[in-house]
């Protein structure tokens, strides 16, 4: 199975915005399937940020970045972007994107999907 592929990510001041955007590795559109961001921060676990569901959209986010962060579909091109607004130097790691379920208390990644290469952010003045 080929992962998906993240990318937008960058070197932002505090208080800073990145729009972070998620392809499937096949050229696929992803709007059939659940999707999750995870973030891996410096010597810390992969932890959920995000996920929307695959079918009535139903979005859940992480307390840390709730009201901050925006997950949505690119009904254009069928890739799907986390808006990261209000930047912290805390919110600073590796982003990653997903395939899987999307319950009600975060994102699940399938088993059957390998992680990508992820997208670095990081926050820093």
């Known amino acids: 199975q080929v992962p998906l592929v993240e990318s937008g990510g960058g070197l932002v001041q505090p208080g800073g915005s990145l729009r972070l955007s998620c392809a499937a590795g096949?050229?696929?559109?992803?709007?059939?399937?659940?999707i999750g961001w995870f973030r891996q921060a410096p010597g810390k676990d992969r932890e959920g940020m995000s996920c929307i569901s695959r079918t009535d959209g139903t979005t859940w986010y992480a307390d840390s970045v709730k009201g901050r962060f925006t997950i949505s579909r690119d009904i254009a091109d069928g890739r799907v972007h986390l808006q990261l607004n209000s930047l912290k130097p805390e919110d600073t790691g590796v982003y990653f994107c997903?395939?899987?379920?999307?319950?009600?208390?975060?994102?699940?990644?399938?088993?059957?999907?390998?992680w990508g290469q992820g997208t670095q952010v990081t926050v820093s003045s």
């Open positions: 997903v395939v899987g379920l999307c319950m009600d208390y975060g994102p699940i990644k399938s088993d059957f999907i390998p």
């Open positions: 096949t050229g696929r559109r992803l709007d059939n399937y659940a």
